[in-house]
C-alpha cells in the first residue's frame, strides 16, 4: 500500500469520525466502526466478552483508530480543558508584567545612576554616604537585599509554572486531533531530565510550550539573579577608598543592560507561552499519581501493547510502541492510527535510578558542594584567594545557581520516585496511589510531606527553599572578610557605631556592615552543610536499586499495571478527581505493593498490584525462574 492511499484512507477515516461523532477503527483498508467498545464495555466482565485476555478489548495489531476531535456537540461533547492555576492565562500575563516592570525599573535605575554622576562625577550614583552605616536599614536593605530576593522569588514563580507545563505537555500531545506518538507522549519524560538540558529535547520534539517555559525559567531564575548581583556596585573600588572620602552606590551600564535585555527575554517567552497555552489538555481534572494514569486505561485496549514489558527499560518499551500513534479520548488513553516507524532507539544501560540519584552523579555533587562550603571561608578570609571574589562579585552568585539548579534536579527526582519507593516496601495505603509531589507548589511541598510522614522528601524539598536563600547569602560575601573579625577592622569597629580610625582598610569602606556580613556568611555555611548532609542521607536511602527501570514517563506505569486486578478498582473513575479517587481507593481497605503477583490473565508478572502480592521485587532477580507450577515444563535439574 503506497504512503499516498494510505494518507487518503486515513483522512477519510478521520472526516468519518468527525461526521459521525463515533470512533472508527480502519484494518485492511475497511473502516469499522468500533464505537459499541467505546458506549458499552463499562466493566471488565463485558470485556471479558471481547477477548481472551480478562480486561482487554482484542484487536489487529496494525488497527488504525480514528477519534473525533470535539466540535460537533450533537455527537461529542467540548473536549475539557483543566489546567492548574500556574499555567492559566493570568499567571502567565502577571508573569509576562513583572518581567517588563523590572526591566523597566532597572533601566530607570541606570539612567539616575548615570545622570548623576555625570552631575557629579566624584561622588554621583543613587545614593553618597562616607560610611555604610550612615545608610538607614530601609535603604541599606533595598541596595543590597532587595534586588537579588526579587529576583530570585520572580525565578521560583516561573519554576512553578515550569513544572507544571513539563508535566503535562504529555497530555497536551495525546489531545491533538490525530494524537501523538508514544516518543511525544507516553515515552516523554521532562520531569527527571536535567533542566539545562530539557530546552534540547523540548526542540527536538518541537514541543513548544516546554521550550518557551525552560527558556524562561533558566533566564529569570539562573542568568537574572547573577546578573542583578553584578549590576550594583559600590563606588569607588575597594581598594581605592578612604574612611573619609564619599562613596555611591552606582549602576553599572554594560550589566544593567544585559539584566533588562534577560528581563525582555522572559517577557517575549511568556508571551510565547501563553500563546502555546491555547490548546486544550483534554483532561478533566488533575492526573496525579499512578491512579490517575490507572483511571484513564479502564475504557480502551492500549493495554494490549504492554504485554511481556513488565520488567523492560524505557528503551525497550518505546522500541514496542513506537509503531502507533496514541490519543486522549473521553479521558481515556486509546490506541490511535498505526504508524511505521523508522525511528532508532538508542539502548541504554538498565540502571533504573533517575540520573541524579546514581552514584557517579551523587559523589561529584556532593564533592562540589564540600568543595565550595571550604572555598567559602578561604575566599572570604584569605586575602591572596579574597582577590577572585573582589574582582568577580557575580561569581559566588553564579556557583550557588548552580547549585540550586542541581539540587532541584534531584528534588524532583524524590518527590517523583516517593510513591514508588512506599510500594516497594509493600501494603502501602490506598491514597500512595494518589500521591502526586510532582504537581505539588515546591514552596508547600515542606510542609504537605511533613503531614504525610515522609520525611527524608521534606528534608530534601526543604533544601531547595534554603538553595535559593543560599543565593542571596552569597551575595554579600564578595568582600575581605579580615575587617569583619573583631579587633581587625578599625578602632571601635566592633559594633554600628562611628569609629575614628581613618585607614583605607577599615571595614565601613566596604559595601557590608558588621551584622549583615556575618548573617550571611553565617547563613551560608549552615545551608552548605545543610545540603551535604541531606544530600548523604538522599543517597544513603535511595540511591539503591528497588525499581526494574527508570519512572517518570506514563508508559512506564502503564507497563507496572498492565496485567494488575487492581484496575477493576478505577473503571468509571477517570472523572474522578485525586481526592474523590482517594476517597474511592480507601472504601475498599485494601493495600498496595510493587512486585511480583499472578495477573488477571493467571500469568505472572512483575507490576504494581494490591495485596497480598506473590512476592517482593528484588532488582536483577527474576521470582519466576525456578519457580515450579503446573502446567510448566520444568525438570529437578532446572528446578
Same mark, same amino acid.
Given at each position: 500500500?503506497?504512503?499516498?492511499v494510505?494518507?487518503?484512507?486515513?483522512?477519510?477515516?478521520?472526516?468519518e469520525?468527525?461526521?459521525?461523532?463515533?470512533?472508527?477503527?480502519?484494518?485492511?483498508?475497511? &473502516?469499522v466502526? $468500533? /464505537?459499541? !467498545?467505546? +458506549? =458499552?464495555?463499562?466493566?471488565?466482565?463485558?470485556m471479558?466478552?471481547?477477548?481472551?485476555e480478562?480486561?482487554?478489548i482484542?484487536s489487529?495489531?496494525?488497527?488504525?483508530?480514528?477519534?473525533?476531535?470535539?466540535?460537533?456537540?450533537?455527537?461529542?461533547?467540548?473536549?475539557?480543558?483543566?489546567?492548574?492555576?500556574?499555567?492559566?492565562?493570568?499567571?502567565?500575563?502577571m508573569?509576562?508584567i513583572?518581567?517588563?516592570?523590572?526591566?523597566?525599573?532597572?533601566?530607570y535605575?541606570?539612567?539616575?545612576?548615570?545622570?548623576?554622576?555625570?552631575?557629579?562625577p566624584?561622588?554621583?550614583?543613587?545614593?553618597?554616604?562616607?560610611?555604610?552605616?550612615?545608610?538607614?536599614?530601609?535603604?541599606?536593605?533595598t541596595?543590597?537585599?532587595? &534586588?537579588?530576593? $526579587? /529576583?530570585? !522569588?520572580? +525565578? =521560583?514563580?516561573?519554576?512553578m509554572?515550569?513544572?507544571?507545563?513539563?508535566?503535562?505537555?504529555?497530555?497536551?500531545q495525546?489531545?491533538?486531533?490525530t494524537?501523538?506518538?508514544?516518543?511525544?507522549?507516553l515515552?516523554m519524560?521532562y520531569?527527571?531530565?536535567l533542566?539545562?538540558?530539557?530546552p534540547?529535547?523540548?526542540?527536538?520534539h518541537?514541543q513548544?510550550a516546554?521550550?518557551?517555559?525552560?527558556?524562561?525559567?533558566?533566564v529569570a531564575s539562573s542568568?537574572?539573579?547573577?546578573?542583578?548581583?553584578?549590576?550594583?556596585t559600590?563606588?569607588?573600588?575597594?581598594?581605592?577608598?578612604n574612611?573619609g572620602?564619599w562613596?555611591?552606590?552606582?549602576?553599572?551600564?554594560?550589566?544593567?543592560?544585559?539584566?533588562?535585555?534577560?528581563?525582555l527575554?522572559?517577557?517575549?517567552?511568556? +508571551?510565547?507561552?501563553?500563546?502555546?497555552m491555547?490548546r486544550?489538555?483534554?483532561?478533566?481534572?488533575d492526573?496525579?499519581?499512578?491512579?490517575?494514569?490507572?483511571?484513564?486505561?479502564?475504557?480502551?485496549?492500549?493495554?494490549?501493547?504492554?504485554?511481556?514489558?513488565?520488567?523492560?527499560?524505557?528503551p525497550?518499551?518505546?522500541k514496542?510502541l513506537?509503531?502507533?500513534?496514541?490519543?486522549?479520548?473521553?479521558s481515556?488513553l486509546?490506541?490511535?492510527?498505526?504508524?511505521?516507524?523508522?525511528?532508532k532507539?538508542?539502548?541504554?544501560?538498565?540502571?533504573?535510578?533517575?540520573?541524579?540519584?546514581?552514584m557517579w552523579?551523587?559523589?561529584?555533587?556532593i564533592?562540589?558542594?564540600?568543595?565550595?562550603t571550604?572555598?567559602?571561608?578561604?575566599?572570604?578570609?584569605?586575602?591572596?584567594?579574597?582577590?577572585?571574589?573582589?574582582?568577580?562579585?557575580?561569581?559566588?552568585t553564579?556557583?550557588a545557581?548552580?547549585?540550586?539548579?542541581?539540587?532541584?534536579t534531584?528534588?524532583?527526582?524524590?518527590?517523583?520516585?516517593?510513591?514508588?519507593?512506599?510500594?516497594?516496601?509493600?501494603?502501602?495505603p490506598?491514597k500512595?496511589?494518589?500521591?502526586?509531589?510532582?504537581?505539588?507548589?515546591?514552596?508547600?511541598?515542606p510542609?504537605e510531606?511533613?503531614?504525610?510522614?515522609?520525611?527524608?522528601?521534606?528534608?530534601v524539598?526543604f533544601g531547595?527553599?534554603?538553595?535559593?536563600?543560599?543565593?542571596?547569602?552569597?551575595?554579600?560575601?564578595?568582600?575581605?572578610?579580615?575587617k569583619?573579625?573583631?579587633?581587625?577592622?578599625?578602632?571601635?569597629?566592633?559594633?554600628?557605631?562611628?569609629g575614628?580610625n581613618?585607614?583605607?582598610?577599615?571595614?565601613?569602606n566596604?559595601?557590608?556592615?558588621?551584622?549583615?556580613?556575618w548573617w550571611?556568611?553565617?547563613?551560608?555555611?549552615?545551608?552548605?552543610?545543610?545540603?551535604?548532609?541531606?544530600?548523604l542521607?538522599?543517597?544513603a536511602?535511595?540511591?539503591?536499586?528497588?525499581?526494574?527501570?527508570e519512572?517518570g514517563?506514563?508508559?512506564?506505569?502503564?507497563?507496572?499495571?498492565?496485567?494488575?486486578?487492581?484496575?477493576?478498582?478505577?473503571?468509571?473513575?477517570?472523572?474522578?478527581?485525586?481526592?474523590?479517587?482517594t476517597?474511592?481507593?480507601e472504601?475498599?481497605?485494601?493495600?498496595?505493593?510493587?512486585?511480583?503477583?499472578?495477573?488477571?490473565d493467571?500469568?505472572?508478572?512483575?507490576?504494581?498490584?494490591?495485596?497480598?502480592?506473590?512476592?517482593?521485587?528484588?532488582?536483577g532477580?527474576?521470582?519466576?525462574?525456578?519457580?515450579?507450577?503446573p502446567?510448566?515444563?520444568?525438570?529437578?535439574?532446572?528446578?
Amino acid at each position: 500500500m503506497t504512503a499516498d492511499v494510505v494518507d487518503e484512507q486515513a483522512k477519510k477515516a478521520q472526516d468519518e469520525a468527525e461526521n459521525t461523532g463515533k470512533v472508527v477503527a480502519v484494518a485492511a483498508e475497511v &473502516p469499522v466502526d $468500533i /464505537s459499541e !467498545f467505546t +458506549g =458499552v464495555a463499562r466493566d471488565f466482565d463485558s470485556m471479558r466478552t471481547l477477548t481472551a485476555e480478562a480486561g482487554l478489548i482484542s484487536s489487529g495489531a496494525q488497527t488504525s483508530y480514528f477519534f473525533p476531535e470535539g466540535k460537533f456537540p450533537i455527537h461529542y461533547p467540548q473536549m475539557p480543558a483543566w489546567r492548574p492555576l500556574t499555567m492559566s492565562s493570568w499567571w502567565i500575563l502577571m508573569l509576562i508584567i513583572l518581567a517588563l516592570a523590572l526591566a523597566g525599573v532597572q533601566e530607570y535605575l541606570c539612567q539616575v545612576s548615570l545622570r548623576d554622576v555625570r552631575d557629579h562625577p566624584k561622588n554621583g550614583g543613587l545614593w553618597k554616604f562616607k560610611k555604610v552605616n550612615s545608610l538607614s536599614v530601609a535603604e541599606y536593605f533595598t541596595w543590597q537585599y532587595a &534586588p537579588i530576593m $526579587i /529576583s530570585v !522569588f520572580y +525565578g =521560583v514563580l516561573w519554576q512553578m509554572s515550569d513544572f507544571e507545563v513539563k508535566r503535562l505537555e504529555p497530555f497536551y500531545q495525546l489531545s491533538k486531533k490525530t494524537g501523538a506518538t508514544a516518543g511525544e507522549s507516553l515515552n516523554m519524560d521532562y520531569l527527571t531530565f536535567l533542566s539545562f538540558l530539557v530546552p534540547l529535547r523540548a526542540l527536538r520534539h518541537r514541543q513548544y510550550a516546554v521550550i518557551y517555559s525552560s527558556l524562561g525559567t533558566l533566564v529569570a531564575s539562573s542568568l537574572v539573579p547573577v546578573l542583578q548581583s553584578a549590576s550594583m556596585t559600590m563606588w569607588p573600588d575597594e581598594k581605592d577608598r578612604n574612611l573619609g572620602d564619599w562613596k555611591a552606590v552606582r549602576v553599572e551600564p554594560a550589566w544593567s543592560r544585559a539584566l533588562s535585555a534577560c528581563l525582555l527575554i522572559v517577557a517575549a517567552c511568556g +508571551g510565547a507561552l501563553m500563546y502555546a497555552m491555547q490548546r486544550k489538555s483534554g483532561l478533566q481534572s488533575d492526573p496525579k499519581g499512578i491512579a490517575g494514569i490507572a483511571a484513564m486505561a479502564t475504557k480502551s485496549h492500549i493495554l494490549t501493547d504492554f504485554k511481556g514489558l513488565d520488567q523492560a527499560s524505557l528503551p525497550q518499551i518505546h522500541k514496542q510502541l513506537r509503531q502507533r500513534r496514541y490519543i486522549l479520548h473521553k479521558s481515556s488513553l486509546w490506541q490511535g492510527e498505526y504508524i511505521k516507524s523508522k525511528e532508532k532507539i538508542h539502548e541504554q544501560g538498565s540502571d533504573p535510578r533517575p540520573l541524579m540519584l546514581r552514584m557517579w552523579a551523587g559523589v561529584p555533587f556532593i564533592g562540589f558542594l564540600f568543595l565550595f562550603t571550604i572555598a567559602v571561608p578561604l575566599l572570604t578570609f584569605v586575602e591572596e584567594t579574597g582577590i577572585i571574589t573582589q574582582t568577580l562579585p557575580w561569581m559566588m552568585t553564579g556557583i550557588a545557581t548552580v547549585i540550586r539548579i542541581l539540587w532541584n534536579t534531584m528534588n524532583s527526582d524524590v518527590r517523583m520516585l516517593q510513591p514508588f519507593y512506599l510500594l516497594s516496601l509493600r501494603h502501602a495505603p490506598a491514597k500512595t496511589l494518589t500521591l502526586d509531589y510532582a504537581g505539588t507548589n515546591p514552596l508547600w511541598l515542606p510542609f504537605e510531606a511533613f503531614l504525610n510522614g515522609h520525611y527524608l522528601v521534606m528534608l530534601v524539598a526543604f533544601g531547595s527553599i534554603l538553595a535559593e536563600i543560599l543565593t542571596v547569602c552569597v551575595s554579600s560575601l564578595s568582600v575581605d572578610g579580615k575587617k569583619f573579625i573583631p579587633g581587625f577592622g578599625g578602632q571601635n569597629q566592633d559594633d554600628d557605631h562611628d569609629g575614628d580610625n581613618s585607614e583605607s582598610n577599615d571595614r565601613w569602606n566596604t559595601d557590608q556592615t558588621f551584622r549583615s556580613f556575618w548573617w550571611s556568611f553565617i547563613l551560608t555555611m549552615f545551608i552548605l552543610i545543610y545540603l551535604i548532609s541531606i544530600a548523604l542521607l538522599t543517597y544513603a536511602k535511595r540511591s539503591q536499586k528497588f525499581m526494574p527501570r527508570e519512572i517518570g514517563t506514563m508508559a512506564s506505569v502503564l507497563a507496572f499495571i498492565h496485567q494488575s486486578k487492581m484496575l477493576f478498582s478505577f473503571i468509571d473513575t477517570e472523572k474522578l478527581n485525586s481526592r474523590e479517587m482517594t476517597k474511592h481507593l480507601e472504601k475498599s481497605g485494601k493495600t498496595y505493593a510493587l512486585g511480583w503477583f499472578q495477573g488477571r490473565d493467571g500469568e505472572d508478572h512483575l507490576g504494581i498490584d494490591e495485596e497480598e502480592i506473590s512476592s517482593a521485587y528484588v532488582f536483577g532477580k527474576d521470582w519466576t525462574e525456578g519457580r515450579l507450577r503446573p502446567g510448566r515444563d520444568l525438570t529437578w535439574e532446572v528446578y
